[in-house]
T-cell receptor, first 115, second 117 residues
């Protein structure tokens, strides 16, 4: 295991539902990331938190709302999603965002299906 | 625009055979290139990282090469095993521009490798 856990592993929701994805890292890292992975497309960076401060929002629609209460936990709150939001959502962590040499450790992902 | 292109999109080989995956990039200024392996149902795991001055780096049966002049990298897998079936992702980082403290990652779309017995 990579030391990064994500729950739930699978989620099916309707377009009017509100749900949250949770990520927890046990590596003592200070940077955490949310990615979207769609079939046959490169990973898309959504949000970055460095020392609990949001440092990147990659033009993500407001129906996705991140929350980082501390350096070990990261949430992604979902509301009024669209079917095209169905994808694998990956969480990652790294020592910090100060060096691109820092390896990112990924969780197993949450497979999200929006009906 | 920074881009990373991987080929082939998918590859099927027999167990025990060798294979080579390709990665071409236009990321500039270049900082480092990393290969990840992503098993089905799991997140990516780093295999190797190479900087500008490194031509080759090995990790067991995986050998990555880098030609910074032509902006190409390859991942060679020797004596493939069934457990090598996965998606292999090439990720290139640029150097932090002046005024910021970190570079950006550009991901390739991945090569799906299937190893048959």
């Amino acid at each position: 295991e990579t030391g990064v856990t994500q729950t739930p592993r699978h989620l099916v929701m309707g377009m009017t539902n509100k749900k949250s994805l949770k990520c927890e890292q046990h590596l003592g890292h200070n940077a955490m990331y949310w990615y979207k992975q769609s079939a046959k497309k490169p990973l898309e960076l959504m949000f970055v938190y460095n020392f609990k401060e949001q440092t990147e929002n990659n033009s993500v629609p407001s129906r996705f709302s991140p929350e980082c209460p501390n350096s070990s936990h990261l949430f992604l709150h979902l509301h009024t999603l669209q079917p095209e939001d169905s994808a694998l959502y990956l969480c990652a962590s790294s020592q910090d965002q100060l060096s691109s040499y820092n390896e990112q450790f990924f969780g197993p992902g949450t497979r999200l299906t929006v009906l | 625009k920074n881009q990373v292109e991987q080929s082939p999109q998918s590859l099927i080989i027999l167990e025990g055979k060798n294979c080579t995956l390709q990665c071409n990039y236009t990321v500039s200024p270049f900082s480092n290139l990393r290969w990840y392996k992503q098993d089905t149902g799991r997140g990516p795991v780093s295999l190797t990282i190479m900087t500008f001055s490194e031509n080759t780096k090995s990790n067991g049966r995986y050998t990555a090469t880098l030609d910074a002049d032509t902006k190409q990298s390859s991942l060679h897998i020797t004596a493939s095993q069934l457990s090598d079936s996965a998606s292999y992702i090439c990720v290139v980082s640029n150097k932090a521009p002046g005024g910021t403290s970190y570079g950006k990652l550009t991901f390739g779309q991945g090569t799906i490798l299937t190893v048959h017995p």
